[in-house]
């Protein structure tokens, strides 16, 4: 429990900095190019994203359940040759998908962010294959200097060129020269012998829950822009992008905690069951508490701060933002509970219940954002999670008390 804790005190230490580097570097980009410019970069950066899933095929997850459970015996490069094979597979369907008229105007951006998606997936992997080690805090540096790296880039192009297309650099440089920091610093924990790895076919069977699952998770959480993007047009993609990223921001914490805790979930989850309910049950009282206090300080200082921060252009993002942070209860909670089914190797009920949940997010966006707008994709995403919620918490603690007999 100390390495946990040490973890999660590291990760959140270089969150906080970084996260209070980038919500002022956002501040500064959302006033200086404007929601129109913010919300190009927004649509071109949730598109790639979409990408990452092929880039990455569910290797990351498993790669930080496999170390976690067995880190004795697993070369920290077991799946990098196969990472490579899919980077290319990955980047070629972006690079191809980049002719539909509706996204042939944001190409460059995306041509560009594609290559970001590459080095993410990379700098993904490391810091997986860290976390797995019970050395996140490594993990969390690669994670910091991203932004570090990104927010310097971001400042130097800005000067030259201020709008999406300078984002887009400036977050590939982050992305690309982290992973090769990440890449590196495993290779200090193998030799060159370890880099030879004999791919079995049957092995990418493994692969596809967790493909299954980022993909419907990707379009249950990003969605909401594309549809923006299509019904209302870029500038409300830019008005709901950044309240957005304040909550992405604000998850920082229970995810940093959540990250440490995996490792140990997964141990316990295969060797002492009743130890994993212990250690869920106490992690669940401490995210509840954050999130009842994160909810009331966002309630009473939220508009001013807003106002403060981004200006009148913004006023448009406050309604939504009161919606989200009502979602960010349920968020935290569900990135516990979503670790815990993993660790327990329920790949398969979470992909369908996701699948039920990125169906459902769907039709219910399809139908809001087009008569509330962007306080639609807002009701939307509540709705969502907490249907997750009831589902997976239901199916953790069924498991659990079975387990325990």
């Known amino acids: ?4 804790w040490k973890n999660t005190f590291a990760h959140i230490s270089f969150g906080l900095i970084s996260q209070v580097m980038l919500f002022l570097f956002t501040m500064y980009v959302a006033r200086v190019i404007g929601p129109l410019e913010y919300g190009k970069f927004s649509f071109s950066l949730t598109y790639a994203l979409f990408f990452l899933i092929l880039i990455e095929f569910g290797t990351n997850v498993y790669a930080a359940r496999e170390v ?12 990098v040759p196969i990472k490579i094979l899919f980077a290319i597979f990955g980047y070629t369907i972006l690079f191809l998908s980049l002719y539909f008229p509706q996204i042939y105007q944001f190409r460059s951006y995306i041509t560009v962010l594609g290559l970001g998606m590459v080095g993410a997936s990379f700098l993904q992997y490391s810091v997986a294959v860290f976390q797995g080690f019970g050395l996140l805090r490594y993990g969390s540096f690669l994670l910091f200097s991203q932004k570090i790296l990104y927010i310097g880039a971001g400042l130097f192009f800005l000067s030259f060129s201020r709008g999406a297309f300078s984002l887009s650099i400036s977050y590939t440089i982050g992305m690309i020269i982290s992973a090769i920091l990440g890449l590196f610093w495993l290779s200090k924990k193998s030799s060159l012998k370890d880099l030879i790895y004999r791919f079995n076919i049957k092995e ?3 692969f596809l829950p967790f ?12 969605i909401d822009i594309l549809m923006i993007q299509l019904f209302i047009g870029t500038k409300m993609v830019g008005l709901y992008s950044l309240p957005y990223k304040i909550i992405e921001a604000l998850l920082l914490f229970v995810n940093s905690f959540v990250f440490s805790l995996f490792p140990k979930l997964s141990h316990s989850a295969e060797v002492n069951i009743k130890e994993f309910g ?10 509840t508490i ?9 309630f009473l200082l939220g508009r001013k701060l807003f106002l403060i921060f981004f200006g009148m252009h913004y006023m448009g993002s406050i309604k939504p933002f009161y919606i989200l942070l009502v979602a960010l209860f349920f968020m935290q909670l569900n990135s516990l509970l979503t670790h815990a089914l993993l660790s327990l190797k329920k790949e398969k009920f979470y992909a369908t219940i996701i699948f039920i949940t990125a169906i459902l997010n769907f039709l219910l966006n399809l139908w809001f954002i087009p008569h509330y707008k ?32």
């Open 1 to 4: 429990m100390k390495n946990i």
């Open 211 to 222: 493909v299954f699952v980022r993909f419907f998770s990707e379009i249950y959480f990003r």
């Open 204 to 206: 990418l069977v493994k």
């Open 68 to 79: 976690g459970a067995h880190p004795d015996i697993v070369n920290p490069f077991f799946l």
């Open 278 to 287: 212990k250690a869920l049950d106490g992690a669940m009282k401490l995210i």
């Open 290 to 298: 954050w999130g009842a206090l994160i909810l009331v300080l966002g």
């Open 374 to 405: 962007i306080m639609g994709a807002g009701i939307t995403t509540l709705v969502s999670e907490l249907f997750l919620f009831v589902f997976i918490y239901i199916g953790v603690y069924k498991w659990t008390k079975s387990e325990n007999g």
